[in-house]
Nanobody
Framework: QVQLVESGGGLVQPGGSLRLSCVVS????????MGWYRRAPGKQREWVGT???????NYADSVKGRFTISRDNPKNKVYLQMNSLKPEDTAVYYC??????????????WGQGTQVTVSS
């Protein structure tokens, strides 16, 4: 059974940083693209970015230059480094296995989400 578990969320002040982690079990992690999405209160789910199995990355315009996705295949982990955080980044963040490079389609498996709140 495939499982994705996110961690690392929390409360941070505007301009601060957080690093989210997602650990995957139950499949061959290294062959899948991995993505991060978020859902803010009252809004639809939004794609944040994708990292391919080869390590290429693609980001939404709203986070480009501030967020960085990386992966550690031996540890079955994908990371989302978030810098220069803004209040509008407040959301529940989810990792997903197997999204398209532009995030317009997503894979079957999701994590449970981790809350990120940016507030002073």
């Amino acid at each position: 059974q495939v499982q994705l578990v996110e961690s690392g969320g929390g409360l941070v002040q505007p301009g601060g940083s957080l690093r989210l982690s997602c650990v995957v079990s139950g499949n061959i992690f290294s062959i899948y693209a991995m993505g991060w999405y978020r859902r803010a209160p009252g809004k639809q789910r939004e794609w944040v970015g994708t990292i391919t199995s080869g390590g290429s990355t693609n980001y939404a315009d709203s986070v480009k230059g501030r967020f960085t996705i990386s992966r550690d295949n031996p540890k079955n982990k994908v990371y989302l480094q978030m810098n220069s955080l803004k209040p509008e980044d407040t959301a529940v963040y989810y990792c997903n296995e197997g999204p398209s490079p532009d995030g317009s389609s997503w894979g079957r498996y999701w994590g449970q989400g981790t809350q990120v709140t940016v507030s002073s």
